[in-house]
């Protein structure tokens, strides 16, 4: 059984950066693709970045795109999202999760991910 566990979150000005971590437990975290997910009071939750095994395999929400970086790990069993510029649309409770078809660069649907994190509220103030 997959784990994972978000921290980094916090309270931040508009402008500000922030690096969210997940760590992962469980299985072999290197045959997973992770994903970064955000849900704001009263939306449903929304793709944000992928990163497949491979380094070069990353994938953006537009919104986030040029502000927003994520990487993994694989020694760490640990995935990050770095994020610069924050807005205060930003702020949101955010996800990590995995999906066992790590081949895939694309894909950002929530039922895609087999496992995911607790969260981690991310809160941008103007």
């Known amino acids: 059984q997959v784990q994972l566990v978000e921290s980094g979150g916090g309270l931040v000005q508009t402008g500000d950066s922030l690096r969210l971590s997940c760590s992962f437990s469980?299985?072999?975290?290197?045959?997973?693709?992770m994903g970064w997910f955000r849900q704001a009071p009263g939306k449903e939750r929304e793709f944000v970045a992928r990163?497949?095994?491979?380094?070069?395999?990353?994938n953006y929400a537009d919104s986030v795109r040029g502000r927003f970086t994520i990487s993994r790990d694989n020694a760490k069993n640990t995935v990050y999202l770095q994020m610069n510029t924050l807005k205060p649309e930003d702020t949101a409770v955010y996800y990590c999760?995995?999906?066992?078809?790590?081949?895939?660069?694309?894909?950002?649907?929530?039922?895609?991910?087999?496992?995911w994190g607790q969260g981690t509220q991310v809160t941008v103030s103007s």
């Open positions: 469980g299985r072999i975290f290197s045959n997973y693709a």
């Open positions: 990163i497949s095994w491979s380094v070069g395999g990353t």
């Open positions: 999760a995995a999906d066992r078809n790590f081949h895939f660069v694309a894909r950002t649907q929530t039922h895609e991910y087999d496992y």
